[in-house]
């Protein structure tokens, strides 16, 4: 089979070289004559691996050590119902930002647990979709946090400043751009990612969260999403995804060896750069998002007319350029190029749509 690069929003495509080695390592890791799968989380080998994961973590994200690490299940969507079971009191409420679909779908969980006050804060400039400047939000005062999703994977808005909300705890869901560019960690009081995008395979979740949000948790949060006994139990109170947490720690020392997240960061501006520039200029294509809040990981765009869709996608799977299909909701197209994609997918798939546009530019 020839290479083919996979766009897909996630599971998305891992690193090569992470593949090729947990490829190797599958049937005898580390001279146990066991898959790492089929080893105890608790025997000293697993729990090796489990502390480099997390020493890695920090290093490559700078985490400080007030905050503490876990390692969870139930992915983006599991955070959207722990975060108000942890972080919410009886009789207080939360500001959600609302940016796109996954921000919305977080309101809609949040709201069984507690008072949530959405927020809008997508206009339309110019035909454009523009976050306003958070310096404008309408924030309450007393919320007991304000929740944000810096990258909307469907709707391809990326928030690129971190807001300011005046020591008010801030959560961010950043499922879709955790490890592409570097971020303050000591801005916010909690961040959790799906891994599925930039981590590892689906089946675990990310949550970073600064020591003094734990323990406020309501009496009826389920102990798997209790982020106190979590932490307590450093991620092992249930028996946790060891394989895909295994992945993970491939993940990170694939980044450290590249030279950890900046340098990972410059590949990712090259890569959109490549790609919105050749959106821009051809007048086939369009994105719909204004220029400051185009997501570096997740790039929609449109052809003219939607009858082409099809032949698009069908010429692109025959090119060896997958899963370019936009989210049903949006429509379009997606190619979503996280750390793991690299530049040579990208140039692929520009030379592609140059074609195509050639050979359908009379057809609209
Ligand atoms: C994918 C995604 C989710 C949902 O993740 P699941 O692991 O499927 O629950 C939530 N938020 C964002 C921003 C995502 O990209």
Same mark, same amino acid.
């Given at each position: 089979m020839t290479d083919v690069f996979n766009f897909c929003a996630g599971p998305a495509m891992l690193p090569k070289p992470v593949m090729e080695?947990?490829?190797? &390592?599958?049937?005898?890791?580390?001279?146990?004559?066991? %898959?790492?799968? &089929?080893?105890?989380?608790?025997?000293?080998?697993?729990?090796?691996?489990?502390a480099k994961a997390e020493r890695d973590l920090r290093e490559l994200m700078a985490i400080p050590d007030n905050y503490k690490v876990l390692f969870c299940h139930g992915g983006g969507r599991g955070q959207f119902s722990a975060v108000p079971l942890n972080l919410l009191p009886k009789g207080k409420s939360a500001d959600y930002i609302v940016s796109g679909s996954w921000s919305r779908a977080a309101v809609e969980e949040a709201k069984k647990f507690g008072q949530i006050n959405p927020i809008d804060v997508v206009v339309d400039v110019d035909g454009k979709q523009h976050v306003v400047d958070?310096?404008?939000? !309408?924030?309450?005062?007393?919320?007991?946090?304000?929740?944000?999703c810096p990258n909307e994977t469907v709707d391809g808005i990326e928030m690129f400043d971190i807001p300011n909300t005046r020591g008010i705890p801030l959560v961010a869901d950043m499922s879709s751009m955790i490890l592409s560019r570097q971020i303050d960690v000591s801005k916010f009081a909690l961040i959790y990612a799906g891994a599925q995008k930039n981590i590892? !395979?689906?089946?675990?979740?990310?949550?970073?969260v600064r020591d003094d949000l734990l323990g406020h948790q309501s009496a009826q949060t389920p102990v798997i999403m209790d982020?106190?006994?979590? =932490?307590?139990?450093? %991620?092992? @109170?249930?028996? !946790?995804?060891? *394989? =895909?947490? *295994?992945? =993970?720690?491939?993940? @990170? &020392?694939?980044?450290?060896?590249?030279?950890?997240?900046?340098?990972? &960061?410059?590949?990712?501006?090259?890569?959109?750069?490549?790609?919105?520039?050749y959106i821009d200029g051809s007048n086939f294509y369009q994105s719909k998002v204004s220029k400051v809040n185009r997501?570096?990981?997740?790039?929609? @765009? *449109?052809? !003219?007319?939607?009858?082409?869709?099809?032949? @698009?996608?069908q010429a692109a799977k025959s090119a060896g350029l997958l899963a370019l299909k936009g989210h049903r909701s949006v429509g379009g197209m997606r190619a979503s190029i996280y750390n793991a994609m690299p530049i040579e997918g990208v140039h692929a798939l520009v030379a592609f749509m140059r074609e195509f546009a050639a050979r359908h530019q009379n057809q609209v």
């Open positions: 080695r947990a490829q190797a &390592e599958f049937l005898n890791w580390q001279g146990t004559g066991c %898959s790492v799968m &089929e080893l105890s989380h608790r025997g000293s080998e697993f729990m090796a691996l489990a958070s310096q404008q939000w !309408p924030l309450s005062n007393d919320a007991a946090y304000v929740h944000y590892g !395979p689906s089946g675990l979740t990310l949550v970073i982020y106190q006994t979590t =932490a307590k139990y450093a %991620s092992m @109170f249930n028996t !946790p995804p060891t *394989y =895909a947490w *295994y992945l =993970a720690s491939l993940v @990170f &020392e694939w980044l450290q060896a590249l030279g950890g997240v900046s340098v990972i &960061e410059q590949h990712n501006v090259d890569k959109a750069q490549l790609l919105y520039d997501s570096r990981m997740n790039v929609p @765009f *449109y052809l !003219p007319d939607d009858g082409l869709n099809d032949a @698009f996608l």
